[in-house]
């Protein structure tokens, strides 16, 4: 499904001040990927999102989009760019007094020229695509946590992003939801070839949905684990993302 790079990021270095959290990342995002960003609390997997998605300049490195550095284009060049993701965030980030409908549709009234006629279209085929069929006039305040995410997840792919940025989006939802979700990542990737990176913690989701990941270590303040996490199960020798893999059941 991979194809060639969509992200790249080389010599990272990402902190706040003098404070450096993680340094010299490397890795590659390939196109079609659903990359995991894993690792424990505080090792900077949504400071490294923030960074990838344009909130947080990183301290020293480049992150590439093709072959296009974008912490060194212009503001408007990178805004040009970030018009190509979506992006879920951890609560679905739903305006609380708008309908579904106008909460996707604002993405599209926002950025496009398209008539009403044509947006009130979009918005029915976004939501269908997510199973809300019919649920263009309820407020979030009246469906269920996993229905938020994914209405939140029809908003993010309003404008027909190349890729799409979850933050830890099974947070707050039951098993049940959850796997749904996961699901639903699984065949947006395969019918629209989109390219998914997710900050999660969550191991049924990682197996469930990845392809490549990165664990970034807090001890060593780096990356050292890469690659399909099945694979990582099986063959990592390295404790402390064994440990994290299993969550300390071996042994």
């Not at 780096?222 to 071996?250: H, M, Q, Y």
Request: glycine letters at 10%.
């Amino acid at each position: 499904m991979a194809g060639g790079p969509e992200i790249t990021v080389k010599n990272l270095d990402m902190g706040y001040g003098s404070f450096v959290l993680m340094r010299d990342l490397n890795f590659t995002v390939n196109r079609g990927d659903i990359f995991v960003i894993m690792g424990g609390s505080g090792c900077g997997k949504s400071t490294l999102l923030k960074i990838l998605i344009g909130l947080k300049e990183p301290l020293q490195g480049q992150v590439l989009y093709g072959r296009t550095g974008f912490w060194e284009v212009d503001p408007h060049e990178r805004e040009r760019i970030m018009r190509r993701f979506g992006i879920l965030y951890q609560q679905g980030a739903l305006w609380s007094s708008m309908t579904l409908a106008e909460n996707v549709a604002l993405p599209l009234e926002q950025y496009t020229d398209l008539r009403p006629g044509q947006i009130r279209e979009m918005v029915s085929l976004k939501l269908s695509l997510v199973g809300l069929a019919g649920f263009e006039e309820f407020y979030p305040s009246e469906i269920s946590g996993g229905m938020r995410k994914r209405a939140g997840l029809a908003r993010a792919m309003a404008l027909d992003p190349d890729i799409l940025f979850f933050d830890e989006p099974s947070a707050g939802l039951d098993p049940i939801s959850s796997k749904l979700l996961d699901d639903l990542i699984l065949e947006l990737r395969n019918s629209l070839g989109t390219t998914v990176v997710v900050v999660t913690h969550e191991l049924a989701s990682i197996f469930a949905i990845a392809n490549n990941s990165i664990y970034l270590d807090v001890e060593s303040r780096t990356i050292t684990a890469s690659g399909d996490p099945k694979k990582l199960l099986a063959e990592s020798k390295d404790p402390t993302v064994r440990k994290f893999l299993t969550r300390g059941e071996e042994g």
